[in-house]
Nanobody, 123 residues
Framework: QVQLVESGGGLVQPGGSLRLSCAAS????????IGWFRQAPGKQREGVLC????????YYTDSVKGRFTISRDNAKNTVYLQMNSLKPEDTSVYYC????????????????WGQGTQVTVSS
């Protein structure tokens, strides 16, 4: 059983930056797929950035290309989402998720989820 806890959300002005953290316990993330997802009110959950389990490939949604990066610190068993040049349309609840076998950024392929952290981009 894997437990995930996100942190780092908050209110930021357009053009600003935030770094989200996702600390894992119960299993090491080194060999798991990891991903960041977001869901705004009334919208479907969307894959933002993910790293596949088997191929290590990075998957992302086009709207964050060049602005967001995903990384992990295996020693800390923690995953990060660095978000730069934030826009109001990035406002959402952000979730981290992991799965032993996923090779996509489709939320239904991920088994373990954090509780989510709110990111609000507004002036």
């Amino acid at each position: 059983q894997v437990q995930l806890v996100e942190s780092g959300g908050g209110l930021v002005q357009p053009g600003g930056s935030l770094r989200l953290s996702c600390a894992a316990s119960g299993s090491t993330l080194r060999y798991y797929a990891i991903g960041w997802f977001r869901q705004a009110p009334g919208k479907q959950r969307e894959g933002v950035l993910c790293i596949g389990s088997r191929d290590g490939r990075t998957y992302y949604t086009d709207s964050v290309k060049g602005r967001f990066t995903i990384s992990r610190d295996n020693a800390k068993n923690t995953v990060y989402l660095q978000m730069n040049s934030l826009k109001p349309e990035d406002t959402s609840v952000y979730y981290c998720a992991t799965d032993r076998y996923a090779n996509s950024c489709f939320w239904k392929d991920y088994h373990y989820w954090g509780q989510g952290t709110q990111v609000t981009v507004s002036s």
